[in-house]
């Protein structure tokens, strides 16, 4: 069973930077495709980023576009989430999940295993 383990969320203020990670569990984390996503209070949980086995496809929502990176380490079974500019309406909790497929994808059913999430909160 694989467990994800999502870490570096806070209060920050509009502006600000911060970057979450997730430490994921078991040897084959090279092998899985990743994703970030986020539920804001009141509403759906939805897609973030995303980023395949090696790095080489990765996906992002318009809303984050220029302002999020997805990224991972491979060597240390690490998934992180560098966001800066941040916004009142990226406050949300951030979830990351783990697919059994190496491609990224955009869908939430795509992935199989999910973190217990780590709470942004931006401040205007």
């Known amino acids: 069973q694989v467990q994800l383990v999502e870490s570096g969320g806070g209060l920050v203020q509009a502006g600000a930077s911060l970057r979450l990670s997730c430490a994921a569990s078991g040897p084959y984390f090279h092998l899985h495709a990743m994703g970030w996503f986020r539920q804001a209070p009141g509403k759906a949980r939805e897609f973030v980023a995303s980023?395949?086995?090696?790095?080489?496809?990765?996906y992002y929502t318009d809303s984050v576009k220029g302002r999020f990176t997805i990224s991972r380490e491979n060597t240390k079974n690490t998934l992180y989430l560098q966001m800066t500019s941040l916004k009142p309406e990226d406050t949300a909790v951030y979830y990351c999940?783990?697919?059994?497929?190496?491609?990224?994808?955009?869908?939430?059913?795509?992935?199989?295993?999910w973190g217990q999430g780590t709470q942004v909160t931006v401040s205007s």
């Open positions: 980023i395949s086995m090696a790095g080489g496809t990765i």
């Open positions: 999940a783990q697919r059994s497929d190496s491609l990224a994808s955009k869908l939430m059913g795509d992935f199989e295993f």
